[in-house]
């Protein structure tokens, strides 16, 4: 029998983006293995919800921060909680897309502060703790377009490259300290963020991963991998955007992208 979950990483588990999408299945699959949760999101109800529903399943203690990570008070709440966090989920993001000279200069400066510097200070706040206790784990969402160049993404994907250079790196640093850190990179994922960002998928060659495995993926993944690609497609667009020149990616990603992307955001 191998260490347990819970023996691995003690009681609690912190998890942003915790009620939609990958990060309230990432809340189910911790939960299930026995692991208190702090729940972060924006909407209370939701929290609230979520929560109950959490404990009564699995019989374990639950917490809410309603708190939007896209403000400097948002994390500042986050910072607060008092239990000792021995995995910490970071999987709240936002995705924006469409011409760069079209978007609003407002909202792509709000998705770097959740993508990246709100990932960066809760990373950063919670480590110290599990470094002197030499165990912890910290699970990141990168994305697939943060491995390759992502036309009408371009903000988007620089805000995901980040978070797979910051959690890889961290892998190595942190590995020797008793710290697992491993970067989830999704591909297309049947979340609510994709199903209404405008972009009709069906006219890429990409076929959308349910998020109840791509969580499974990257919790079996974490300590073992320093970054998970769910999917034999986007594991091989990984390696691939790897190899092939900067400017081939630009010019192919333009042109598929452009046919799934609405005119009026073009």
Do not use: C
Request: charged share 20%; no cysteine; proline share 4%.
């Amino acid at each position: 029998m191998g260490i347990s979950f819970k023996e691995k990483y003690g009681d609690w588990a912190l998890i942003t983006g915790a009620t939609s999408g990958i990060g309230a299945e990432m809340a189910s699959q911790i939960a299930a293995k026995g692991l208190n949760i702090v729940l972060v999101a924006r909407r209370e109800k939701e929290l609230e919800e979520h929560a109950a529903l959490l404990a009564d399943r699995y019989g374990i203690k639950t917490m809410i921060v309603s708190a939007d990570l896209a403000t400097t008070e948002g994390v500042e709440k986050v910072k607060q909680v008092k239990q000792e966090i021995g995995l910490l989920v970071l999987a709240a993001g936002v995705e924006i897309n469409g011409s760069f000279a079209k978007t609003s200069l407002a909202k792509e400066l709000q998705m770097v502060q959740l993508n990246v510097t709100s990932v960066l200070q809760l990373t950063h706040h919670f480590t110290p703790a599990m470094v002197e206790r030499k165990r912890g784990g910290i699970l990141m969402v990168s994305s697939l377009s943060g491995h390759m160049v992502s036309p009408y993404f371009s903000n988007y994907a620089g805000t995901k490259a980040y978070v797979l250079q910051l959690g890889a790196s961290l892998h190595g640093e942190l590995k020797p300290k008793g710290i697992d850190v491993t970067v989830l990179s999704p591909g297309l994922t049947s979340t609510p963020m994709t199903a209404d960002n405008g972009i009709d998928w069906s006219k890429l060659p990409m076929v959308a991963k349910d998020p109840a495995e791509v969580a499974e993926i990257a919790i079996n993944g974490l300590g073992k991998k320093a970054v998970v690609v769910p999917g034999k497609r986007n594991r091989m667009t990984a390696i691939f955007s790897g190899i092939i020149p900067h400017q081939k990616q630009a010019t192919m990603g333009e042109s598929m992208i452009g046919k799934a992307m609405p005119k009026n955001k073009m």
